[in-house]
């Protein structure tokens, strides 16, 4: 049994076909101009948090100010930009049901390299004063509601031109390229910070990463103006959608944000909140933290495609609820096997990876499993907000929930309860999908 939004069923359009004797097909252009923005998202999401540090003290340090106040300006920025995503997946996701995905998406990727980009020209506090962390922090807004109409239209984009029997691996890409930005953001980081002095670093060095994305977004630019129109949109066709019962739609946006609360709330936490446990918790030193969150993350990124992929031929409740199950239960082996001093360092980088991997099992049908749920006329609304909200509460949250909470309890086991707890109900979630989803055309 299953929660959805559904019309009839129609037969897959055959999205795969050349657009011409030589060309490419649809999909695979459909596939690449989707995945392209999203690199852009989460790799300027990296930059962003990299480099926390140097524009704390460019853009929140009035003469006066306290280093560690700046920093906490500087999350806020990036909380905030987090908890806009939601906005914009129902503003952007409204334009893209009615009037199209190409379109909306060709918006997105305007405001997002537009914003990104002139954080890299921006002026600092030294030259504009107090001016300058307003418009950073609105520049973040920008890139909040352009990220949150994203995801929807890209996962859209990619499922609604995917071949029949390859809906889950063309949707995982979605989900790869998280991954792929990610360490994109820590190689450009990574590699200022080793041919470049501190001084240089923080008087113009920071602004190299943010300005790259110019060239990157007028290249997703490209790409998506050279696209079609999805099947299901043009079948649809681009009036004003029918209304859907709100109160289905409702329910399938809290079930989607409900089947992904393991994914946003594991992920974050193996992924991004680790390296600050490990340090803080466990007194790991910053070489051993950033290790882990690498292996971690190289886990993540190698199970997402076979995850995907595996989905198409088992389903995706099968694959999901296994990787959601399995982070519940191990959630604390793992903490204890870290926790251990005694424990071989080779086991502790492997059980990191593994944690990396599980959470991949979850992101890879992701995309696929949400937009099998929602019909053509609501879909990009419906999912973008399913994972918008889920991201904005389980990972936006995770690291104030983890770290308040140890700090009162005093327990260095809070991680492991707020994975297992999250990943508990999101496996019941999951378990409601139907096991045949995989196998049935989308619904318009």
Not at 330 to 357: E, H, I, M, R, S
Request: hydrophobic share 50%; charged share 15%; with cysteine.
């Amino acid at each position: 049994m299953t929660t959805s939004v559904h019309g009839p069923a129609d037969e897959s359009d055959s999205s795969d076909r050349p657009t011409g004797p030589s060309g490419p097909p649809r999909s695979r252009k459909a596939l690449v101009a989707g995945s392209v923005g999203n690199f852009i998202e989460w790799y300027e999401f990296g930059v962003y948090g990299y480099f926390a540090t140097v524009i704390a003290a460019n853009f929140f340090t009035p003469e006066g100010g306290g280093d560690a106040e700046a920093l906490i300006r500087t999350y806020a920025s990036f909380a905030l930009a987090f908890f806009f995503r939601p906005v914009g997946a129902a503003l952007f996701g409204r334009v893209g049901d009615r009037i199209g995905r190409r379109p909306t998406l060709i918006l997105v990727v305007l405001l997002m390299t537009a914003a990104t980009t002139m954080i890299g020209l921006l002026p600092t506090y030294a030259t504009i004063g107090a001016a300058a962390p307003w418009l950073l922090t609105l520049l973040r807004i920008v890139q909040g509601l352009s990220a949150g109409g994203e995801f929807g239209g890209a996962v859209s984009l990619m499922t609604e031109f995917a071949p029949p029997g390859r809906r889950g691996l063309y949707g995982a890409w979605q989900s790869f390229t998280v991954a792929l930005g990610l360490l994109g953001g820590a190689g450009a980081a990574a590699l200022l910070a080793t041919v470049l002095t501190e001084a240089q670093l923080g008087s113009w060095g920071w602004r190299l990463p943010f300005l790259l994305t110019l060239p990157m977004g007028l290249a997703a630019l490209w790409l998506r103006l050279r696209l079609e129109e999805t099947p299901s949109f043009r079948r649809r066709g681009r009036a004003e959608p029918a209304a859907a019962p709100a109160r289905e739609t409702v329910r399938a946006i809290a079930l989607g944000a409900g089947r992904l609360m393991g994914w946003s709330a594991a992920g974050y936490t193996f992924l991004v909140v680790m390296p600050s446990y490990l340090q803080s918790v466990l007194d790991a030193t910053f070489r051993q933290a950033l290790l882990a969150t690498v292996l971690a993350n190289a886990g993540f990124a190698a199970a997402i495609l076979p995850a995907g992929a595996l989905s198409d031929r088992v389903g995706r409740r099968a694959v999901m609820v296994t990787g959601a199950a399995v982070a519940a239960l191990a959630a604390f082996p793992l903490l204890d096997l870290l926790q251990d001093p005694a424990a071989p360092t080779a086991a502790k980088g492997l059980a990191v990876c593994a944690a990396g991997a599980v959470v991949g099992l979850m992101a890879g049908p992701g995309p696929a499993m949400l937009a099998e749920m929602f019909p053509t006329r609501v879909r990009y609304t419906g999912l973008g907000l399913a994972y918008a909200l889920s991201n904005a509460v389980f990972s936006g949250c995770a690291g104030l929930i983890i770290t308040e909470t140890i700090k009162r309890t005093g327990s260095a086991d809070i991680p492991a309860y707020y994975v297992a707890a999250t990943c508990a109900v999101s496996a019941l979630a999951l378990a409601t999908l139907r096991g045949d989803d995989h196998r049935r055309a989308l619904r318009d």
